[in-house]
């Protein structure tokens, strides 16, 4: 059995003391330390998710922003491109129009060339007439 004499109450005060000392000198400033570290983790954590938060907020404004920036190109680009049929229909029509007036031109000149040729014909035909029957007659 277990004897419980004066030895054993001086090892127990002395083992009260000793964790005493070491939780003063020892385990003390440990736990303060793990404190801090814990502290410190947590308010980096706080920060790196503060920054994670901002960056996943500018990057969906980036995006949006990207996206309303092709929106609106396309939008350009339509606009532009209607702008482009247009003057182009515009372009083809004073085209057709000058050739048309072109065409009208050189019509009326090779009437009047025409016209003025068959009346030098007409002035000659008598002339040309008689010369092509006086070969047909012999008479030449």
């Given at each position: 059995m277990i004897d419980l004499d004066?030895?054993?109450?001086?090892q127990?005060?002395?083992f009260i003391i000793t964790l005493l000392v070491l939780n003063?000198?020892?385990?003390?400033?440990?736990?303060?330390?793990?404190k801090k570290r814990g502290e410190l983790m947590a308010e980096k954590l706080g920060k790196v998710e503060?920054?994670?938060?901002?960056?996943?907020?500018?990057?969906?404004?980036?995006?949006?922003?990207?996206a309303d920036a092709r929106k609106d190109g396309v939008e350009i680009r339509h606009g532009l491109?209607?702008?482009g049929v247009k003057e182009e229909q515009g372009i083809l029509s004073a085209a057709g129009q000058?050739?048309?007036?072109?065409?009208k031109a050189a019509r009326a000149d090779i009437s009047g060339q025409a016209q003025s040729a068959l009346g030098e014909l007409k002035k000659d035909v008598e002339k040309y007439a008689l010369k092509a029957t006086d070969k047909i007659l012999g008479k030449a």
């Open positions: 004066f030895s054993f109450f001086v127990f005060v002395n003063i000198l020892l385990f003390g400033p440990i736990r303060t330390i793990i503060q920054f994670t938060t901002q960056a996943d907020a500018k990057l969906r404004d980036y995006q949006a922003a990207l491109k209607a702008e000058e050739a048309a007036a072109s065409l």
